[in-house]
């Protein structure tokens, strides 16, 4: 089951995977590099035995590409054995972690998630929920958590509510995913979601709901209705597809054009362009087809993968470009660079006109909460007009939808999402440490 | 080059694949069961050295899953080495096969490929070309060859063209494919189809056109533009994309129907679907997600895959459809299970009507021309009415496109169609060897 | 238990390894690149039903290392499904091929096996033991073979039975192997050789001999007792450690010297060592040790391979060696490269004097059956008298056994050995194109 | 280098192997399960670069089989990155490592080792050797230690030197080994052994020695000798063949038989046959052979192995045995499960009587400091008597060594050996905890 739900959140995370399992007596945790179907097969699923289990796909925000830094992240101490799968990223895990090895812990990964557990083991507090307690108030940042215990599993979300994290029922039993479409898959139904601040405790007795943290402004990623979660989630409470064509939708609004066909770039801006086409009227095209037996773009860890992939990856259909005045709707332009190739191959296919339309404001900042951006200096749209960008992509007309159309089209009604990438303003105080440690990166 | 080629028609066959080069000298042969990320790395292709090369991606229509089977095929005979990559199936290679083991030949695979290159080794002809010809002549069915010599590559495809073979140019170099979208990854120029009967020999002098048979009426597979090519890919002259869309719109003149919303199945099904919402001016939703960290569905050998996939493979937008009319768009209905699980998913998620629109006729018979359709009795329009199609899979109201539309969609003005899974009117003999063969399957 | 059988044989080949089992309707044949260990594993053996089978290990001695040739070889042809597997070497091989290359047959191997199938394939005859005689009758060389048909399983081996070939029984059952040190693994009794001429057949009704071929001058290979086989096999119903022992004797009695141990090179020469101890009264001394992580020497295919890895497989023992004057017994010098670097590291381990003593006389002569010896010229005592050999080798004296001491050693009382590689006698026609391929080699 | 060291250090550790290297600013650690040639390739030394480096070969004795187990171990602390490779075994960790996690530390492992690492991170001291030296003085046993910096090497041996640990001279380098075998395979010389309670650190101004402990009296542990470390050894500054001859001729006086043959058991026990075949003028017979292509008995882990593979291993030459009393010489009894078979294959092969010799005394205690014997329960000389083994085992007769003969024949004249496996006198305390662990394993 869980190792189903890994196939379902594959989008989330393809440098590696893992699953650990409890028979009540022992943790025990199987993790690899790769996808999930290259970690887990027959032979490894009949060893995991037990009736908890969690598991995790990753890729790398923080921490480098390894298999010590594969999550589930395995540890005994005073308090038993832990499993522990982090979706998110701490803000202040260099500082801390500093800390904790001026006073002699020992670290065995790179990744920002074993502090936690440093803290967890070492808490005065005697009690599983208490301890963790303990630990998270030490952390800041975004943290979606399930920790795997002897005989429970616990799903944590932080007090701002940065990644999602849902809770689901099948039968009898209680299910935790970052997204729904995990419950889809096993024929879980949704409940609702884990609250930011909230500790859900599942065990034999059922479901226990802790505040371990008192209420603060949320802060939930906008940038997952605009790209990272499947389409056929909910996410924050709210259908992530149904939010991509809205966003078309305010686009054509907000930058109109006369243009003969509307294409989005597959997968992510296939529903804003179907938005922005029945808003516009111009009909929709899928001009651009998507090779599948090739992964992701963006959520490959090297540079060398992001520059070679791109026509690998996206063919023009000519002969419903070829003479057209096309509008190409994409997500969001990081370096440029990509959609400079993209702009090209649909010029190459003939088109007259090229008018890119982006389904959300400029990216000028980095994330620090676990969206895998570049830095700064590498974010075309923190250092150039959107004049200098229309020429860098050599697109004929560009235009970003608005931050008032983001909030708009993604639900915000009460200023729930943090919108850091577009505005620079971070939810959270971002510790000088980890900001250098980007900017070397 | 061979081997991007090969990721761009993995589409094709995901069995094996493997590539054949030539350094004028040595003609040498990698191939391996799996996909061509699998079979290939950085080591296996420093090995093949060589200014010529062929590739091939095989699933199997005829012969069994196996890495004997997989191409291309390599031998050594009088006239020199060759290598051969089939698309297509011979419809009289089981009767030859006899023949020809009666004659004493041996035969190393099971594939219907092997008796050609026994001709070819046995022919009286000296000359290549010739002995090439002499060989074909011997047999009847589809086949879009290459052939890899010592210092030529041939291009040969049969007389009725069942199967696409396009002819490219690459600065001085000239290039063959199934598909243009290969040439497209290379940046190669389409230039024209192979002809059908025609047979292009590809050496340092450059390019030479024989034709090796008298015209016959032409037979390409309809299917290639309803289902099994790329859609960014010209086949027989045409942009699949295109005939895609005019499917959709004949199918929404020939059987309109009140609904809500237009959802096509992924990823065949949704350019059907975008000009059945365009001309029946109801929208298009995006309604049914497509995890694509799993295979293609139709390709995959064996019954187990088939069935525990839908699931696996599709998950549908709740919010997009609940409460709603919809009509659902798929290329075809084989076996009628896994329409059923669609339209179950689809109602699952609380779809008020479920109106199935199918982009061809009633499949009622398989194909023996190297589309791997099962036998006639597992086709569930070959024994069932629509009506009882309809009961079955669960739909509200089921409409299928006409053989007329069909033929029209695809640009048929001059009836060069095979249109025999609709029909039942083969193009070719049929051998009964074969059929028994088919129908124990 | 073939696969256990093949366990014990796995130093007559660590190429490639295969098994073919026939269930009484299908033949079905799986075979890999490696060691036995490598290429099975239980879910491969759980897909090889039946009843009987054959298996394989393979080096190359003709064609080339590819998993093409590994061995059993799998064909169907008018005379049904058969599975072939080869030890030794055809002679004419390559004349056979041109003729029935140029009379229009395919080789989709080149190893020279192949030929027979196509001449068993092509046989008038009709029962499958007179196209076998038939084929056999055609090929001249060194052959033994076991062939598995859909219900029998054939033991063949040549005229002059070059190779060995021995028979056993396990309860009601017949089993076959080169030798009789697979026959203890599984608890099998020897009974006999099957005999040079000899085909014996097994089947549900037992076993029946055949007499395809009239009695030859037998010429079984004399390399077997000194080098190849395993010394707790029986092979051509002598033992191989005792022939071994006494070659040491002999060639103390024939090269005395004074010395202060005896030391033999492992594993093969330690035998030999302990003869020559034993009979010379100078003691033995396990003074060079054997890494066993490291493949054996003298099979691996590719010249890097053979240089490399001397260091890497034996150590000499200090303590033992240092000030003595040490006899170094080995089985042959074949480059002398090898030789050289054993008395240097033996020198360098502070012995005094190095005399190096081998157990049969000087190799001058490629084996062109089945034995993968260099060819002439890199012999180096096809080209260097005795003394420059030790000059080479940096021994301080050099002494190899005579002919006709090998030849009592290994009991030749009625001369029944080819000795051909120590006197350029073959006991067939070598044919030219045969000799030059292996000049070219 | 360190690649080829661990080639020559096979045989200590087959479960895994891993090595550590340090470019001057990182320390990168690539370890994996199974062989050294399993483990590394070309690809992964590629990525290994530095100036310095260390490995390790692991079989389990303290804690369980799994890759977290692996060695190197390799964490960041306030003291920089380091890596740990231990041979030996804590006789203190449960009890430590349970007072670590009651103050909080997190294990990731279930290794002794790891307790060393926490010890040294949270030590008060500033320096590398202080802090190191702070460690070690909370932990007693056997451990045998290399430690990587960022630009140094360490090499410690426990204040009693139970395990071996040589320093050699390779150029202007030092470099450590387990073994003088490793040394020889890459030229190195032999300096010395590091000295019981010795730190050296090798850095760029060469080679430093410290006392971290006052001298205790030592107890190196015999076993290396019996049967552990390699022949062409030097162990504890004495040749390792040299005392297993020394074994066999001692073992002659002590227990003479008449006999036709002696046989050692192969691969350890064969020089102490020689010894014991020296000196009681019975002559020596290679009479069992072991097939190479399978591993280590005693070394792999599980029980399954264990019984498996005599027959796979072990084979006897019927010709040198059948009809002969046979002397049967080997290193140890320990379950009597192995001896048994042995003494009945060897039987089965004709011998008229089978006298068995072991080089030692009957093995009556585990160990704790790094040999993986079993638990007290299953060594069947700790409940029974000679003569009930000697039933057992269905031998004519059996002697074992007496502890004086083995430590004359180990040179040992001043008592500095370890014998407790054969004087339940161990050297150290040896903790409840880690004997119920032990027992309970």
Redesign the interface.
């Known amino acids: 089951m869980t190792h ?1 739900g890994l ?2 959140l ?2 989330r995370g393809q440098e590696s995977a893992g699953i650990a399992v409890s028979d009540g007596e022992d943790v025990v945790c199987h993790k690899g590099m790769g ?3 290259e970690v887990f097969n027959a032979d490894v699923l009949d060893k995991l035995h037990g009736e908890i289990a969690i598991g995790h796909t990753r890729y790398s925000t923080a921490g480098e590409t390894d298999l ?1 830094n594969a999550q589930p ?6 308090k038993g054995q832990v499993a522990l799968a982090h979706n998110g990223n701490l803000v202040n895990a260099a500082v801390i972690r500093r800390e904790l ?8 990964t ?1 990744s920002d998630t074993e502090v936690l ?2 803290f967890f ?3 005065k507090q005697t009690g599983v929920p208490e301890s963790l307690a303990d630990a998270l108030d030490r952390v800041t940042g975004a943290y979606s958590l399930v920790a795997l215990f002897r005989d429970s599993v616990y799903g944590i979300r932080d007090p701002r509510g940065f990644r999602p994290l849902v809770l689901g029922q099948l039968g009898d039993s209680w299910v935790l995913a970052s997204e729904t ?1 995990a419950f ?2 096993i024929n879980a139904l949704y409940v609702r979601e884990v609250e930011p601040g909230e500790m859900v405790i599942l065990d034999r007795r059922g479901i226990t709901s802790l505040r371990y943290s008192p209420p603060a402004r949320t802060a939930q990623c906008v940038f997952e209705h605009v790209y990272f979660s ?3 989630s ?1 996410v924050f409470g709210r ?1 992530v ?2 939010s991509r064509e809205q966003l078309g939708r305010r686009l054509a609004r907000e930058h109109p054009v006369e243009a003969d066909c509307v294409v989005g770039v597959p ?1 992510s801006g ?2 804003a362009a ?1 938005g922005f086409a ?1 808003e516009s009227g111009i ?7 998507r ?4 992964g992701r773009t963006f959520i490959e860890p090297t540079q060398a993968n992001r520059d070679l992939g791109v ?2 990856k996206l ?6 470009i070829a003479g057209k005045r096309v509008v190409l709707v994409d997500d969001s332009i990081i370096r440029g660079t990509t959609s400079r190739q993209i702009v090209r191959l649909v010029r190459e296919a003939g088109a007259r006109e090229v008018h890119v339309r982006i389904s959300c404001p400029p990216t000028i900042s980095p994330c620090f909460y676990g969206i895998d951006t570049p830095t700064r200096r590498e974010l075309i749209a923190a250092t150039h007009t959107i004049e200098e960008i229309r020429q860098y992509i050599e697109a004929d007309t560009l235009g970003y939808l608005s931050l008032e159309g983001l909030r708009e089209a993604a639900g915000d009604c009460d200023d729930r999402y943090c919108l850091a990438c577009y505005t620079s303003k971070y939810p959270t105080a971002v510790q000088e440490p980890l900001l250098a440690l980007r900017n070397r990166g």
Chains 1, 2, 3, 4 share one sequence.
Do not use: M, W
């Open positions: 189903l196939y379902a594959q989008h996808h999930v179907n010590r992240l395995t540890v005994s101490c005073q090895e001026s006073r002699g812990d020992i670290f065995q790179t557990l440093h083991a070492r808490s479409c889809d898959l499947r389409p056929d909910l259908s597809q149904e997968d296939v529903p179907l029945d009909p929709l095209k899928l001009g651009l087809i090779n599948h037996y090739v026509k690998l063919n023009p259909v000519r002969s419903l």
